[in-house]
């Protein structure tokens, strides 16, 4: 009515109201009546969230691996992840208007590829077979360092990989 609206979001997602290209007001779980032709809402979330995966790699001795594990991760810093991504909402505040906010679990994932195929590349197969721990314990530092997590504004909470198999040849 008039373009009048009112937005309640839950306490783990992190909302930003815009008007004029400034920040109004901002925080977790808030509720309010805005003015839509003027207002731009971004709504992230903070919750933690689990990302599935899994891929093929090859080990040193030139053997492909399929890997199968989870990333679990959360955001720390919402706007360093809002001037990043599109995490804007549509102007009924439902939707958002990109797909962009679907796209942050596969960056994660492409992280964690990358980084364990740097350390299955240094192990036999048979070592890379039996030594998921010692893989998970790698990768995860690793991790905790990648410079692309950290600009993202996120924190990993926990990697785990559920199974390492040869392939059947």
Do not use: H, W
């Amino acid at each position: 009515m008039l373009g009048l609206r009112f937005i309640k979001v839950q306490p783990t997602t992190y909302l930003m109201q815009f008007r004029g290209g400034r920040i109004v007001r901002d925080g977790a779980g808030l509720a309010f009546f805005y003015y839509a032709p003027t207002t731009s809402l971004v709504a992230v979330p903070i919750a933690s969230a689990d990302a599935p995966f899994i891929f093929e790699e090859v080990t040193a001795d030139f053997q492909t691996v399929t890997i199968q594990g989870q990333v679990t991760y959360r955001v720390t810093d919402p706007k360093k992840l809002a001037a990043l991504m599109n995490f804007t909402l549509n102007p009924r505040g439902q939707d958002y208007v990109s797909d962009e906010p679907q796209k942050l679990p596969q960056r994660v994932i492409n992280v964690v590829n990358v980084l364990a195929r740097a350390e299955l590349q240094t192990l036999p197969l048979r070592q890379a077979v039996r030594g998921s721990e010692a893989l998970v314990q790698a990768v995860r530092k690793r991790l905790a360092e990648a410079t692309d997590i950290q600009q993202l504004g996120l924190e990993i909470l926990g990697l785990s990989i559920l199974a390492i198999k040869p392939t059947p040849e």
